[in-house]
């Protein structure tokens, strides 16, 4: 019996010694890619978990947001996340079975795809809403992914993490510094650490898992169970003032989800696309005039190449297969007496992530420019409206922050440029915009 016992012993060393040695051999990006394995493979997951921020300010005190995740692969999928307490508590929703997705708002529902809605609530659950659902659910999104994104990533030995043994993994993502604990023994992240700078402050974001791999999920787990319980649709200014950081696809505009189709169709099917959008214009106007004005915008320059200024209309001659024509309007470029009509397409593919945020921040200066009568819309190299024709400029400036952090952390554009100019010409304007506009931001890796 001794005997019996004194091998069990032996086999059970020898088993936790070459654990170990396996285990102590591996590298920091062998960690993570067991990590990205693991969640990609299981059969149903599920954690509770917390955000803590934390700004490095006198007497601030730290805001936290609590979040849960439940899965069974292939195809259900609930997150929620809750932030505030008692009645200022706010709740957010992210439901999947099947084909059928919804998104929960604290004041609505509204059918919205899986992957819009976490990448929506990006910027207000501070990363939560997609580091762990991106690995379990990697063809969801496009681009490299967080992991794939790091740089100088580097294992610092193991530490206890309640209670579990883990492996503590320092790496960079741009100018931030970030930590992951990862679980020794299931390859499960416990913990995250995320240091940036928001404007002259400091600001450190801990997000803490508790999770549970290949065990029974409950269905009361994945039950939708939104914020409110009756379906709504809400619409873009009611989010946009329930959750300012929450930027996701707000407005229930058709072409939202639509945009792009005209890269199936020939030409003539284009042309009738065309025909249809100039008679919804029509439609939607009150007062309606038949008028041949033609928008032309001009240059003068003197001979040393410097333009010239306070001309009137009086100073041009405009002609037309040799008959003049008449002056209707004229006005300085930046006269809002025309309102133009601007689309910005925005490049976020890989070659474009070291410029992302200065690309942003450009983007948000053009925002401020914007005249009273202007519109603008926001087009990704990916093919996406991002946001149809507006003049809010803080929806505007809302989605570009929430590009960004999308960028940062590794989820990028496709760089079809080409594709998404197109798509602009084809869909976007009509002849109710007087002074259309395309501004390209990209390196031009399509075009």
Partial sequence: MNKLVTSCFLILALNQLSFAQRTEQMTAAEILARVASVYSSCRAYSDEGEVSIKFDIAFSKSMIYRFSTAFVRPAAFRFELRSGVGNKESRYVAWKAGDLEKAGWPIGVRH????????????????????????????????RGLFASLT????????????????????????????FW????????????????????DQETTTRYRPLINTEVSPQQLAFNPPTGDLQNIGPSSIADAEPRAATSIDDSPRLKSFGSSLRLNRAEINKLRKE???RSDD????????DLVVCDVLILDPQGRTISGLTKDDFIVKEDKQTQEVGSFSLGNSDAVPRSIVLIIDYSGSQLPYVITSVEAAKTLVDKLNPRDRMALVTDDVKLLVDFTGDKRLLKTK??????????????RS????????????LFSKEDQRPIIIFQTDGDQL
């Fill in 284 to 291: 939607e106007d009150v007062v309606r005039v038949d008028t």
């Fill in 416 to 427: 079809k440029q080409y594709d998404a100019l197109m798509a602009t010409l084809n869909e």
């Fill in 152 to 179: 100088e990533v580097v294992l610092h030995g193991e530490e206890k993490v309640d209670g579990h043994r883990t492996f503590k993994i320092e790496a960079a993502l741009q100018d931030d510094d970030l930590k």
């Fill in 182 to 201: 990862v679980d020794a023994n299931q390859f499960l992240i416990l913990k995250i650490s995320h240091k940036s700078k928001l404007g002259r402050l």
């Fill in 112 to 143: 919205e795809s899986i992957d819009e809605m976490l990448l929506g609530l990006f910027g207000v659950s501070h990363d939560s809403s997609l580091t762990v659902p991106a690995l379990l659910l990697p063809d969801l999104f496009r681009g």
């Fill in 277 to 279: 959008a100039n008679r």
């Fill in 400 to 413: 570009l922050d929430s590009l960004k952090a999308r960028a940062m952390s590794g989820w990028l554009g």
